[in-house]
Each structure stands twice: as C-alpha cells, then as structure tokens.
C-alpha cells in the first residue's frame, strides 16, 4: 500500500513538471512569432511597386519593409486591382493601402491615411509627334488611364467620362496609346518616365498636369496602427531611409 502510494506522487509529480514545460513552451512560441502586418498594393506601378521575379519591390515595399521592423511585425505584401484596396483595408482584409496612393479629399471620407511620404506629379503621355503637343490639345481626344487612380478621377472630371478608356494597370493604358487606341495616357510621373523609357516612340508633355501627396491608407477604426506607422515613418524619414530607398529606385535628373 504505501509502496504504491509513493509510485503514485512520483507520477503525479512528474506529471506536473512535464505539465510545466509543456505550458512554459506553449507560451514562449508566440513571443517569437510575429504579428502580420498585411500590406495590400498594386504592383503594376514602377518604381513604388512592381515584381522583379516572383518578389514585389520598389518604394513603398521597402519603406513598408521598414516599418514593420520598426514595429516588431512581419510584413506581407498582397498584390490587388487598386480599386479593391481601399474597399479591403475598410473591411479589415488588410491592416493597410500602399501604392503610390494619392491622398484625396474622397478617399479621407473612407480611409484615414499616415503623413505623406512622397509627391507624385500627374504628367501626360502622348506619341512623339503625335497630335498632342499640350494640355490644351487634350479636349475631345480619347485619353487612357487606370481604373480609379486620381488620372481616373482628373480627366473624367475635366474631359468627359466618355472620353476616357479605363484599364486594368498603367501598362496596359500605355499599350493602348501605341496602339493608336487612346491618344493620351494621363498617371503619376514616376511610372510614366519608366513607361516611356522602356518604349520607343513616347514622351511626357511638358506641364505637368497635379501635384500630389502619396500616403499610406488605413480604416478609419485603426487609429492605433496609424499612430504606430507615422512615428515609425516620422524616424524613417528623419534619419534618411525614406531618401536612402527612393535613391535606389529613382535616379535624380
Ligand atoms: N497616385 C494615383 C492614385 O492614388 C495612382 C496610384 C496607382 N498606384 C498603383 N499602385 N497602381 O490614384
């Protein structure tokens, strides 16, 4: 009887040391796994967004790559149609919207955005010789653009919705400019200059078309990720690795 007894706390006691440790691990694993930060973007958009093999690069990747190292968190990129953006972020899919988004009085009554980390132009494209050589020849000439992007909103405002061709991406806008199917393609500068420079035969007009401010898009309910974000931003840029980033990707003229 007291033999048995005494087996009987060896295994209780052994029970609850190995009840320990497996509790203790338990509980150690998620402190090295680290929180997703989703980031939901458009990777048609050089030099903010665009694949280099299977891998999306670019400004905004790297500025959000190094954020979320700030924020202890793990960055995932999801590569959408840029008018699901917007719609996503508001539903939670994703905790934020990074794609050379253009801050707009519209988009503030949906989504609350981080300060701008950048500016981005709003410039024409046209065929070299072709017949728009300025702004003014624009009127009642077919203009190409990408679906919701502020070229969208712009030229359907100022021309006429029955005047602009929406497309997917930005490629596929400049595609139909040499295609003679849409005689202009109005989108941010950056993207614009490596369209042309990686084909022959386009140019950029001249005057340039709006001056914006390119932020990062979060739910209106996430306050608390905005704040994390802009403090992270605000160190990024002050210690020039927001500069270090754009350095890489656009060439000063
Ligand atoms: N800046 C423009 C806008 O916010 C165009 C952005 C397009 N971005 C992209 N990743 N496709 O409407």
Redesign the pocket.
Known sequence: MKKSVKILSVILALVIVLGCFAACGGSEEPKDEKKVLTMA?????PP??FYEGETVVGI?AEVAALIAEKLGMELKIEDVA?DS?IPGVQAGKYDMGM??????ED?LKDVNFSDSYAT?V?VVIVKEGGSIASLDDIAGKKIGV?T??????YASDEFGEENVIKYE??ALAVEALKNGKVDCVI??NE?AKSYVAANEGLVILETEYAI?D?AICFAKENTELQEQVNTALKELIADGSVQRVVDKYISAE
Do not use: C, H, K, L
């Open positions: 973007t458009n990777a048609e958009f903010y967004e905004d840029f953006i794609a050379g988004m253009t801050v707009t988009r981005g709003q990408q919701s992007t502020t070229g969208d909103i991406n930005g989108i941010d993207p914006e390119y």
